[in-house]
């Protein structure tokens, strides 16, 4: 009993040390439509986090995953 309690602490101890920034990317998400930037770049339909007030959470955060796409994040957030 007293090894499976010392490798969970262990493993806890450890975690902190391969996260980035991202808390686990938003669970809830929704679509978009394509659009034309103010540049004249077109921007395909995608799904994004709904809105939540951070940006830890989101798929392109470090840290964090894109199910639809299988991307991980690489982006800092800036607040």
Do not use: E
Request: net charge positive.
């Amino acid at each position: 009993m007293r090894i499976l309690t010392l490798a969970c602490v262990a493993i806890l101890a450890t975690a902190p040390a391969f996260a980035q920034y991202g808390t686990g990317s938003n669970s809830s998400s929704h679509g978009t439509r394509g659009y034309t930037t103010g540049n004249g770049t077109y921007v395909q339909p995608h799904r994004q986090t709904n809105p939540n007030g951070t940006q830890y959470d989101n798929y392109s955060t470090k840290g964090n995953y894109n199910p639809y796409t299988g991307a991980t994040g690489t982006k800092t957030p800036k607040w």
